[in-house]
């Protein structure tokens, strides 16, 4: 069964300094993995995806991550963090199937 | 196009008291899903149903929860004898083929007194 972990229940970045926000994922075959946003009140806003080819995907808000298999991570980050960055994010992974698995989510606080 | 919606936005009910949350799927998707959120917290899949195959109940945390999806489009969560454990904020999301994630709606706040 495919599983995701978020490792830091919060991270906490200056304005201006870079940002990453860490995932790891367990699953069968080839994964298909993405990360969501959540703003307070409000649903969960799609970030990006990884499909196939290259390992650097680029989304939105100036969002990227890079998938790395050999250590099965997917791990977001921003070269120049803004307060408004400052959310809940969740990383989720989905095999061959329709079945998507969240992690457990990780607050960004962007310090001003 | 339209996105996912989510009916009512805000719902307060008393402790034994039955409720119904609604969600209408993006036009087309063929998949829907209902997840449970406690304040601030991960997501819980509750259900998950695909086309016209039998729905993936193994999320429900009791036999009080229910959902069915009428026609393929709009489905309902059923929650019988509300329970304040049962507070939380209800999301919906669908997912379409030939795309690959899933979008969500804006979810129901759900408040047992």
């Known amino acids: 069964a495919q599983s995701v972990a978020q490792p830091e229940d919060q991270v906490n970045v200056a304005e201006g300094n870079p940002l990453t926000v860490k995932c790891t994922y367990s699953v069968s075959g080839n994964p298909y993995l993405f990360w969501y946003v959540q703003y307070p009140n409000r649903g969960l806003q799609f970030l990006l995806k990884y499909i196939t080819g290259d390992n650097l995907v680029k989304g939105s808000y100036g969002f990227e991550a890079e998938f790395n298999k050999s250590q099965t991570s997917f791990h977001l980050k921003k070269p120049s963090a803004l307060v408004s960055d400052s959310a809940l994010y969740f990383c989720?992974?989905?095999?061959?199937?329709?079945?998507?698995?969240f992690g457990p989510g990780t607050r960004l606080s962007v310090l001003p | 196009g339209a996105g996912v919606s989510q009916s009512p936005s805000n719902k307060v009910t008393e402790k034994g008291k039955d409720v119904e949350l609604r969600c209408d799927p993006i036009?087309?998707?063929?998949?829907l899903y209902w997840y449970r959120q406690s304040l601030g917290q991960g997501l819980e899949f509750l259900i998950y149903?695909?086309?016209?195959?039998?729905?993936?109940k193994s999320g429900l945390p009791s036999d009080r929860f229910s959902a069915e999806r009428t026609g393929g489009s709009v489905s309902t969560l059923t929650i019988q004898r509300t329970q304040q454990e049962d507070s939380a904020v209800y999301l919906c999301a669908s997912w379409g083929q030939g795309g690959n994630e899933q979008y969500f709606g804006p979810g129901t706040r759900l408040t047992v007194t």
């Open positions: 989720a992974v989905r095999d061959y199937g329709q079945n998507f698995v």
């Open positions: 149903f695909q086309g016209n195959s039998a729905p993936d």
């Open positions: 036009s087309g998707h063929t998949a």
